[in-house]
């Protein structure tokens, strides 16, 4: 091509291209807007938006998915900058009113103004765990607006950027959330059910166990695999529905993402199900998943051990206390005169003057109960039985200790578990746990 002839052409494509650039789209008219005016018109469409649902709007607000659970949150929004909230934060449902505004600064955000069951969540003075001293339970109460999708109203926490979304509430949302707490309950577990759970998946063709530990306190759960070789474990915060709960993060099997989880009140179990033959279920079982020789530091011929319960100290608040074993404490002190109350349990493991429990109280004498240590090597267990109170064998059990007594006298043995975590000090803490009844004692480790 001759000189000219390229001069021409680079001509005419610099001629052509305004006209190629000139046509408007969506974000070149979003552009035109100046900041100031994109964020008004943002308020506007989150002020209108919030009003729009004929029963408000539903969060289940996760904040911190790695220690805490979720919490059921319902919304109705009235023009005139008020709301009225209800959560299952604990067992007050009940509806109250309080005030909202929509907020432009950097972006748009929704902020309740004025205390409401929102904030339970983000009260530092209020925690669940010493770990969250200071932190409450990581909430929030101002949500930025990062706009819609399927209906819902998708908002981002302002202090973690976490993700949170709005659903249209219906009535029975709001009729139903007294359930929650009754949901609650079910997962928790009752006297009347083992203490021992598992989460078991299926892929379809293949099951793998879990051992499964909740705490109520931070509606946190735990799953660790038994199998050897196969490390697998699902750690998630639970919510809680009228029909079960949900989870999150989800169990994923086989790349199936699994969430919610039916209730069954035959069994007590908790399933999730996806599809071809994926499932995932929470349920009872009699016994630990893992059996440990943990037990074997009581038995006669081993060191001197003591190991102590105390109801006023950290061993109280212990999560792995069942709540057969803090009634029996509670039934303890309801049957004793004005003044005297039980101050601690111990077990007092091959002394020199014997093995016995002793209750040691406040306003009365201490009991020993002298006790022979029976190993069953075939179950993992030591069976406590009975010898003498106060070396005299000829006298009964005192009724206001018997109920409570005979639970550590299970002639089925007791599991005895060096327990991972502590409390507050560094003494090993130890559980007790009878083989059959819900009844679980937490202590440290003295000696």
């Not at 109170?389 to 059990?397: F, I, K, L, P």
């Amino acid at each position: 091509m001759k000189a000219k002839n390229i001069l021409n052409y680079l001509v005419l494509i610099i001629i052509s291209l305004p006209f190629f650039g000139c046509s408007s789209t969506d974000a070149e008219q979003k552009f035109d807007q100046t900041p100031t005016e994109r964020l008004n018109a943002q308020k506007k469409e989150l002020s209108d938006l919030l009003l729009t649902s004929e029963y408000g709007w539903k969060a289940v607000y996760f904040t911190d998915n790695t220690i805490l659970g979720g919490y059921t949150h319902l919304f109705k929004f009235a023009a005139d900058g008020t709301v009225q909230m209800a959560s299952d934060f604990d067992s007050d449902t009940k509806t109250y009113k309080s005030e909202y505004a929509v907020q432009t600064g950097s972006t748009v955000s929704l902020t309740f103004t004025t205390k409401n069951r929102i904030h339970l969540l983000s009260d530092s003075d209020s925690y669940p765990i010493d770990l969250l001293r200071g932190k409450g339970y990581l909430g929030d109460f101002q949500f930025l607006y990062y706009g819609q999708e399927n209906g819902e109203i998708i908002f981002k926490t302002n202090r973690t950027v976490q993700e949170l979304r709005f659903v249209k509430a219906t009535a029975a949302d709001w009729a139903n959330l007294p359930k929650h707490t009754a949901m609650e309950q079910n997962v928790i577990g009752s006297d009347a059910r083992p203490l021992f759970r598992l989460l078991e998946t299926n892929d379809g063709t293949t099951k793998h166990q879990f051992d499964f530990s909740f705490t109520e306190v931070t509606r946190f759960a735990e799953a660790n695999s038994i199998e050897a070789g196969y490390s697998q474990s699902y750690n998630m915060g639970i919510a809680y529905t009228p029909t079960g709960i949900i989870v999150s993060p989800a169990v994923v099997v086989k790349d199936q993402k699994l969430t919610s989880f039916v209730y069954d009140d035959t069994n007590g179990s908790f399933t999730a199900t996806g599809t071809n033959g994926v499932s995932a279920v929470i349920k009872y079982t009699d016994k630990p998943l893992v059996l440990t020789d943990d037990y074997k530091l009581l038995l006669p011929g081993k060191p001197y051990s003591r190991f102590g319960y105390y109801p006023d100290d950290y061993t109280a608040d212990a999560p792995t206390n069942s709540k057969l074993f803090l009634a029996e404490i509670d039934k303890i002190n309801a049957s004793l005169p004005a003044g005297q109350s039980l101050a601690y349990v111990q077990l007092y493991m091959n002394h020199s003057v014997g093995t016995f429990i002793y209750y040691y109280f406040v306003g009365r004498p201490a009991l020993q109960h002298f006790v022979d240590v029976v190993e069953d090597p075939v179950g993992k267990k030591i069976i406590l039985k009975h010898k003498s109170w106060n070396g005299n064998t000829t006298v009964a059990t005192p009724a206001f200790l018997a109920s409570f007594d005979k639970n550590l006298m299970d002639p089925n043995g007791l599991y005895v578990k060096k327990e991972s975590f502590k409390l507050y000090y560094n003494n090993t803490v130890y559980t007790f746990t009878s083989s059959s009844s819900p009844f679980r004692m937490t202590t440290w480790q003295l000696n």
